[in-house]
């Protein structure tokens, strides 16, 4: 074989080869750019959740919870510990509005168990846990001590009996019953929904009840307390709230 046949096929080797080489280097490349591409969309969108998560708790440490709901509401691929601290503000949040409202059973039971380990939301929850605690007994107690004296800042509740009101005795029974039935957590709700302040006279008569809809008899004693006027006949929802005038 001549030196000048050698030399040709050298030369077409060594390009067939760089030509190989190339096309490997490009498709390793190309494999390369979209592995890149796909690992990045998810890294992406945890980021994004993460930093919601984050700054969800630093608003939650300064006690503006509806914010850092909002703050992870907005995310839509949120991670399991940023859905279930978006869980738990939403439940905080029901629990907070039923406990301004008064209606301190409610609150109770929309705070339910907590699915995040947030320590932030963690304390929120026993705060207000032991702030519907308080209320409950408080509210318990304010009652108990305005049947012993009309001073009470509550408003005195009136046993039915003891009160003179139209009716034969039979009736006078069933009002007595339903007065021994009702508690006096329901009757100072109602009393401080309303501003019915013991210290300014006014009394209480549970007078029906049928399931959660109680009806009430308020009083107002004159200054010297000998007459006891009629402000009006209520219906009370203990488990809403609401209040009717019914006369």
Do not use: W
């Amino acid at each position: 074989m001549s030196s000048k046949f050698k030399k040709v096929v050298v030369g077409t080797a060594a390009l067939t080869m760089s030509v190989l080489l190339a096309a490997c280097g490009g498709q390793q490349t190309t494999a390369s750019k979209s592995s890149s591409s796909s690992s990045s969309k998810p890294r992406t969108a945890e980021n994004t959740s993460t930093k919601a998560y984050r700054s969800a708790n630093r608003l939650i440490r300064n006690h503006n919870y509806q914010g850092a709901y909002e703050k992870l509401n907005n995310v839509n691929n949120r991670s399991t510990q940023a859905e279930n601290l978006n869980a738990d503000l939403k439940n905080y949040l029901s629990a907070q509005d039923a406990y301004n409202n008064g209606n301190y059973d409610q609150a109770a039971g929309n705070l339910k168990e907590l699915k995040s380990t947030s320590p932030a939301m963690k304390d929120a929850y026993a705060a207000l846990q032991d702030k519907i605690t308080s209320a409950k007994k408080g509210n318990s107690n304010s009652v108990s001590s305005s049947i012993n004296s009309s001073s009470s800042p509550s408003a005195r509740v009136v046993n039915s009996s003891s009160v003179t009101t139209k009716g034969n005795t039979g009736s006078q029974a069933a009002n007595q019953a339903v007065s021994d039935e009702t508690s006096s957590d329901v009757v100072n709700r109602f009393a401080n929904k309303l501003g019915f302040d013991g210290a300014k006279g006014y009394e209480i008569i549970p007078t029906a009840k049928n399931g959660n809809i109680y009806r009430f008899e308020v009083r107002r004693n004159n200054q010297d307390n000998s007459v006891a006027n009629m402000v009006g006949i209520y219906q009370y929802n203990s488990q809403t709230g609401a209040v009717t005038k019914l006369q």
